[in-house]
């Protein structure tokens, strides 16, 4: 997809979301850690891999899960809402970080309760899971880096995962919506070898920060998890026909490019949503 073709896609998903955008604050940050996903992004297709970044912000009451650069997509349109003269006339869009997650998850793990907030082409929907992570949790153990690790397994959403905790850091929290263990999830990866959650680094914060979120994510539509998928695949299959309702032209060219690029991401982490 060329440059052009970025920067409508851009426009589009972003332009409805530029204005009146205010942040939620739900907890102080007292801890960070960041993962690196690398995952298969077309199930048919082996050397189609993709890598990204991804932030764990652990708080008293709550954490966040989220993708570093649609965490910094977020911080820039804030940045650009609050900030004075500021036109989106000026923006150079194709600046922006791309994400191929632009989800927020945020556990609370007192009430059990996971809510999943996430944007489809220009509306936010929200829904709230309450996952009964079934660990089994093994004998075998092993270092990663300086962490003394020990292996647990989890179906969920069918995918069967291995995963390795670590009891030297005593938070039961993990990437995506998983946690239950009685450390913090150092390594996960499915049976297919097509995602894998690797952790790069972690910090105690000496100053906490904010955790937020913006108010239009916190407000979104409240739907069911069912529901929700319905409404993505619907939103796949029909792309382009929403781009053109929007009053954005795509040449023929460019339309056969988004759809093989949709085409051949086809292999979500949620297989049995």
């Known amino acids: 997809m060329n440059r052009d073709i970025v920067a409508v896609l851009l426009f589009f998903f972003m332009a409805s979301n530029m204005y009146g955008q ?32 991804f932030i764990l912000e652990r708080g008293k009451d709550r954490s ?33 970080p791309k994400t191929n997650f632009t989800y927020r ?3 609370d793990p007192v009430k059990k309760q996971v809510l999943f907030y996430d944007r489809i082409i220009r509306n936010d929907f929200v829904y709230e899971e309450n996952p009964d992570f079934k660990w089994k ?66 910090k105690n914060l000496a100053h906490k920060s904010v955790m937020w979120i913006s108010e239009k994510r916190s407000n979104g539509r409240k739907v069911s998890k069912a529901d929700f998928y319905k409404a993505l695949r619907n939103s796949q299959e029909n792309l382009v026909s929403e781009i053109s309702r929007s009053g954005f032209t795509l040449d023929p060219s460019a339309e056969a490019k988004v759809k093989e690029k949709i085409k051949k991401r086809n292999n979500p982490i949620e297989l049995k949503p």
């Open 64 to 96: 966040q899960f989220m993708s570093l650069n649609s965490y910094k997509r977020d911080s820039v349109t804030a940045e650009i809402t609050n900030g004075s003269n500021t036109r989106i006339s000026k923006l150079d869009l194709t600046s922006i």
């Open 105 to 107: 998850i945020i556990k």
């Open 137 to 202: 949790i093994r004998d075998e153990k092993k270092n990663i880096g300086n962490l003394k690790c020990q292996a647990a397994v989890l179906s969920y959403a069918g995918r069967d995962y291995k995963a390795w905790f670590t009891n030297d850091i005593p938070i039961s929290d993990g990437p995506y919506k998983f946690y239950g263990l009685p450390g913090l999830i150092v390594e996960m990866e499915d049976s297919g070898r097509q995602y894998k959650f690797e952790l790069l680094s972690y």
């Open 22 to 53: 205010k942040n939620v604050d739900l907890d102080q940050v007292e801890s960070r850690y960041v993962y690196l996903l690398t995952h298969q992004k077309d199930s048919l297709d082996k050397a189609n891999i993709g890598e990204e970044y």
